[in-house]
């Protein structure tokens, strides 16, 4: 009924597989053997590394375009979450600077040089940390301020109006070893 094949794999210590397969009823056997060979030739290898080190200054001018425009993305969307969380803590008027700032910065995200959004993202942090203090030294003035504790006078008595007495003691032991 149904064909019986054995089939064995070899694999050497180069990488190189060698496959067989036997039919056990006719005694038939197939071999093949696959090499871990490129297709690229020494010259292709050799091209491509030239090439990747032809344009590796301009990667690395492309990567720092891509890193600057996220970074500035990120700080819109930081500015905003704090303007959404905040806005009722903020003046007015930082409110719209901070807006001004952050409308200035996405519109030349899109178009604007890598210069252009660095300055633009440097000024909106400088800004951003401003009303940042601003608004937590406000929330600061409007805590109370601590005052001495309720049982403590500020001149060191004692509470309910008791005397404090300064004084020396020596511990003694009970084996009366001192």
Avoid: W
């Avoid at 149904?2 to 197939?30: H, L």
């Amino acid at each position: 009924g149904v064909p019986q094949i054995e089939v064995t794999f070899d694999i050497d210590a180069n990488g190189i597989v060698n496959v067989s397969a036997q039919d056990m009823a006719t005694g038939k056997e197939q071999h093949i053997t696959i090499t871990s060979g490129s297709n690229m030739s020494k010259e292709d290898i050799d091209k491509a590394v030239r090439e990747a080190e032809q344009y590796a200054a301009e990667d690395k001018k492309r990567r720092e375009e891509v890193d600057t425009k996220n970074e500035g993305e990120n700080l819109c969307y930081s500015v905003e979450k704090f303007l959404k969380d905040n806005g009722d803590k903020i003046e007015p008027s930082d409110k719209s600077e901070l807006e001004g700032r952050v409308s200035d910065l996405r519109g030349k995200l899109s178009s604007g040089s890598t210069e252009e959004i660095k300055s633009l993202s440097e000024a909106l942090q400088k800004s951003l940390y401003g009303v940042s203090e601003k608004m937590y030294k406000n929330a600061a003035a409007q805590q109370p301020q601590p005052g001495p504790a309720p049982d403590q006078g500020a001149s060191g008595q004692a509470p309910n109006g008791g005397n404090v007495y300064d004084a020396e003691y020596k511990d003694v032991d009970n084996n009366n070893n001192q």
